[in-house]
Nanobody, 117 residues
Framework: QVQFVESGGALVQPGGSLRLSCVHS????????VGWYRQAPGNQRELVAD???????NYADSVKGRFTFSRDVTKGMMYLQMNSLKPEDTAVYYC???????????WGRGTQVTVSS
């Protein structure tokens, strides 16, 4: 069982930056894929970035070069640094972990990011 609590969401102007944080409890095993997802109103939840068991980081094309996903394993933290924000980045952002063996997936409750002038 893994639990997440996201924070850092806010209203920001286009071109601005935000850093989202996610603290987790429970054990994230080496074979888990951890990541950030987002869901805009009327849209399906979509991948923003994830880190797979091999250690490689994968980004959605829409955020490449603007967002950076990082982890501090010792603190049980994940971060999403978001730069050059656009109105289309407006969404609720979620932390996630997924077992690559069982397929079990855990989600946080999300944090709202709104990009608007």
């Amino acid at each position: 069982q893994v639990q997440f609590v996201e924070s850092g969401g806010a209203l920001v102007q286009p071109g601005g930056s935000l850093r989202l944080s996610c603290v987790h409890s429970g054990t994230i095993l080496n074979h888990y894929t951890v990541g950030w997802y987002r869901q805009a109103p009327g849209n399906q939840r979509e991948l923003v970035a994830d880190i797979r068991s091999g250690g490689s980081t994968n980004y959605a094309d829409s955020v490449k070069g603007r967002f950076t996903f990082s982890r501090d394993v010792t603190k049980g933290m994940m971060y999403l640094q978001m730069n050059s924000l656009k109105p289309e980045d407006t969404a609720v952002y979620y932390c996630s972990a997924r077992s690559q063996i069982s397929g079990a997936t855990w989600w946080g409750r999300g944090t709202q990011v709104t990009v608007s002038s």
